[in-house]
T-cell receptor, first 113, second 112 residues
């Protein structure tokens, strides 16, 4: 089955700097890669996603890059703010119609004011 | 805005008891999921349910069973809880053909 590795377990950046979280996957059939944010005591909140037909997607301060050859994707948060502090999860899924998400282990991001 | 609702928020019980958690979504989606998040925040899919049909059961112990009355509800029943069942259980939903899954706030189970 699919395995998603999330390389940074913790990450600290200063407010205003950029944060980068890297993930790799194993199944070449995976084609959808979402990112979720989890704040303390809460469920997962969708932040951004990318599909395999593109290699870059941006939504305001969030940029997702996808390298299909390397089976790697990354989340870039620019101009970080204290409210960006949370756990971020990457995931991968296949286009089966009832896709299951395979999640990475999460990255705890702390933005230092 | 919350559209996937889970009850209870917390539940504490003893080994061997039966528990049941509820999930309801108001998004009109046709597919629902249960995930388990352990103490290390690791997330694993447990069940996928579409139109009352179980689609995937990812090597989950038999004491776990999903129960659905309609496509908006998917409950999770654990027959005889064990200490390793202590975790946060997250419910999610999606619409077939779409990609994004919407998650509820989770139910935290503690087994003493």
């Amino acid at each position: 089955g699919e395995k998603v590795e999330q390389h940074e377990s913790t990450l600290s950046v200063r407010e205003g700097d950029s944060a980068v979280i890297n993930c790799t996957y194993t199944d070449t059939a995976s084609s959808y890669f979402p990112w979720y944010k989890q704040e303390a005591g809460k469920g997962l909140h969708f932040v951004i996603d990318i599909r395999s037909n593109v290699d870059r997607k941006q939504s305001q301060r969030l940029i997702v890059l996808l390298d299909k050859k390397a089976k790697r994707f990354s989340l870039h948060i620019t101009a970080t703010q204290p409210e960006d502090s949370a756990i971020y999860f990457c995931a991968a899924s296949k286009p089966t119609g009832y896709q299951n998400f395979y999640f990475g282990k999460g990255t705890s991001l702390t933005v230092i004011p | 805005e919350t559209a996937v609702f889970q009850t209870p928020n917390y539940h504490v019980t003893q080994v061997g008891n039966e528990v049941s958690f509820n999930c309801k979504q108001t998004l009109g989606h046709d597919t629902m999921y249960w995930y388990k998040q352990d103490s290390k925040k690791l997330l694993k899919i447990m069940f996928s349910y579409n139109n009352k049909q179980l689609i995937v059961n990812e090597t989950v112990p038999r004491r776990f069973s999903p129960q659905s009355s309609d496509k908006a509800h998917l409950n999770l029943r654990i027959k005889s809880v064990e200490p390793e069942d202590s975790a946060v259980y997250l419910c999610a939903s999606t619409q077939r053909g779409h990609y994004e899954q919407y998650f509820g706030p989770g139910t935290r189970l503690t087994v003493l």
